[in-house]
């Protein structure tokens, strides 16, 4: 399944239908955050998520953007994966016990 994206999210579509989507929104210049995850039922359990959420970190990382993560699915990730947590912004970070 292919990733899509537009100027506020990333999406997989399956014959013109959303299949699921990650939401950003820009906060500043150099700041984003993701505001939510979708992924439809019967989709759900492959993995879908994790891709949506990826596509967006890397448009993070090229972009040089810091993110905040609004929804509960980034905020899991973020906190459980500590090779994306140089991702999120500095307050952020520290809310994770990260930098000080």
Do not use: W
């Not at 989709?43 to 891709?51: F, I, P, S």
């Amino acid at each position: 399944m292919e990733i899509k994206s537009e100027i506020n999210r990333f999406y997989i579509e399956e014959n013109e239908t959303l299949v699921g989507e990650v939401g950003i929104t820009k906060i500043n210049d150099s700041t984003i955050s993701i505001d939510h995850t979708f992924v439809s039922e019967d989709h759900r359990g492959q993995g879908l998520a994790k891709k949506l959420l990826n596509a967006a970190l890397e448009y993070a990382e090229q972009n040089n953007l810091k993110i905040v993560p609004v929804c509960s699915y980034a905020k899991a990730e973020f906190k459980n994966d500590p090779k994306i947590q140089h991702l999120l912004t500095e307050n952020y970070q520290e809310l994770l016990g990260g930098k000080k």
